[in-house]
């Protein structure tokens, strides 16, 4: 069980979000992938490009037509992504590779379509480059950690997951994993510190990219009895079950 949650792609592109929802048919607990496409800027300012270096105050000229032409590019792949053909989306996110091999956002969903195709060795490889683009990027840390927890590598994947926290200390999907990784390794105590931290969080305070949705909100609770139980605290899992099923009501697997 790696895919644990539902987790937000950032492409980086620019400063206004839509989200585009990928189906995974995994489990339970992983109902959803999204990934977070930026509008189209409509104006001379470029706020990412390529590397993801800020460019600020550039008129519009041969730059920003290429910045445009990858924009509509990511756009169809994720298209593809979205509608389950990956291969399809793999193709489209390497011809944007082969015009610019260092666009950060085409490889890490490239690597995410290998992680989504179960080639956890090809998504390492993917996502390594883009984090090494982006070395503070949590949402590339983060789905690095997952790629790694697929493979076995609970250590690595710890260590991304920590990296991605280091970054946004908020960032809600990474402590969410992070709390599972530790709970594979079974350190039940410290996986519990890591959901309960989750669900005392005020949600006020966790950034709008990384806010959790409802499922992630009774996993939280959900893996916290898990831990509980593990622990022989068999009350206080109870409790924990009972806030996911107010939460969850009709799941059948609470």
Known sequence: ????????FHTGLACDFDVIQINSNNNRQSSAIYIQLNELRRN????FYNTGHCIKDAPIGTEEKVRQNTTAALQEALAKHNAGDLGGAARAYRAILKRDPAQADALHLLGLTAHQSGDQARAIRHIETAVAIKPKEPVFLGNLGLAHHAAGNLDLAEGCFRRALAAVPAYYPARLHLGSVLAAQGRDEDALAEFQALIDIPLSDVPAVARPDMASQVLSHDKAAQALRNLGRFEEAVEQYEHAILLAPNDAEL
């Not at 001379?44 to 706020?47: A, G, S």
Request: charged share 25%.
């Open 44 to 47: 001379n300012h470029r706020p």
């Open 1 to 8: 069980d790696t895919s644990i949650a539902p987790i937000r």
